[in-house]
């Protein structure tokens, strides 16, 4: 079975709020860095008090019975597709092998009483190697335990799922971000993402710098760069924030939308469909570092899925936000 990474989430990213809660041993590098979001470096020649220093975690090696462990917190709740056990630049010291479990405790972190469940059985590991493992569950997990037999380091952990969100809770008339990646919005496809990941137009919060949007290149031919994203859930959209913070200049000159109600078909096939989408926001002027909010000029289209972000000719958005309401 093939992982498409592109169309999930991962829910371990620390941007996100997932944490390495604990771990038997980190001595030679923090188990905190098991979840950055950013790739695993190499740093030359560096040193710290406890030997050389790893962008991940790694523990001591091991001079008794037993492996070691790290517990992880996921950023959101919800359903694994995918795991990716990456050892980058762990050649002599990475584990031999691992597993994975998982548990839901959405009330506070696991304790001794948990009961987890093996969703990943003990695979052997290569050095410096990305490991990406489907897994076959529909269960919702709040919870994972890496375990790497008998002791090593992993440079990073990614669990690709998706949010749980119970819709039925959300009341019809209550305003929401339907984009939200905590409401289980997605950026399923765009022109290009030179500088910036498209999913992160998405995330929490406003943008810490220009890395944490997305961004294009320099557009050398006609045309216009474009970004496209499934809602959390179908709803009518009648109020959007597009931010350009810390986009001085680079930000487009201009960003339009255009969206639709999407029945059947994959992911992978709504760019070319993505054409032929009704305007939901006219193209309207956009400034450097700055939030842009529209209403007025939100055209009522009624339940939508998909939503197709132009910007024109290119540049970088750091967040798009459509709140509305859900369909019923």
């Not at 710098?209 to 959209?237: F, K």
């Not at 002027?285 to 007025?296: G, V």
């Amino acid at each position: 079975m093939s992982l498409d990474i592109e169309q999930y989430i991962n829910l371990a990213d620390d941007k996100l709020g997932a944490e390495a809660i604990y771990a038997t041993d980190d001595f030679f590098a923090d188990k905190s860095r098991l979840l950055r979001r950013e790739a695993p470096e190499w740093k030359e020649g560096v040193y710290d008090d406890n030997g050389k220093w790893m962008d991940g975690w790694e523990s001591r090696r091991k001079r008794g019975e037993g492996y070691d462990f790290c517990v992880i917190r996921l950023g959101l709740a919800g359903t694994i597709a995918g795991v990716d056990i990456d050892t980058s630049f762990f050649t002599g010291n990475f584990p031999p092998s691992a597993s994975i479990d998982a548990c839901y405790s959405p009330d506070g972190d696991p304790t001794d009483a948990t009961e987890w469940q093996e969703i990943l059985p003990s695979m052997s590991l290569q050095g410096d190697h990305h490991h990406l493992e489907p897994i076959q569950s529909d269960e919702v997990f709040t919870h994972l335990r890496l375990n790497i037999y008998p002791d090593g380091g992993v440079a990073r952990l990614r669990v690709y799922g998706r949010p749980s969100v119970d819709w039925d809770r959300i009341d019809s008339q209550q305003q929401v971000d339907l984009a939200a990646v905590e409401n289980g919005g997605r950026a399923l496809a765009c022109s290009d993402e030179h500088y910036g990941n498209k999913s992160n137009i998405l995330g929490p919060g406003r943008g810490e710098n220009m890395g944490d949007g997305w961004e294009t290149a320099r557009r050398r031919t006609p045309g216009n760069d474009w970004v496209i994203v499934a809602l959390g859930h179908a709803g009518n959209i009648d109020r959007v924030v597009v931010d350009t913070a810390h986009f001085k200049g680079n930000f487009p000159d201009s960003c339009s939308i255009q969206a639709a109600y999407v029945k059947g078909g994959t992911d992978d096939q709504v760019a070319t469909q993505s054409l032929f989408w009704r305007e939901l926001l006219p193209a309207q002027k956009l400034k450097a570092h700055d939030i842009h909010e529209f209403s007025s000029e939100v055209n009522e289209l009624g339940a939508v899925t998909h939503v197709r972000l132009n910007i024109f000719p290119d540049g970088g958005i750091s967040r798009l936000r459509l709140f509305g309401t859900k369909a019923k």
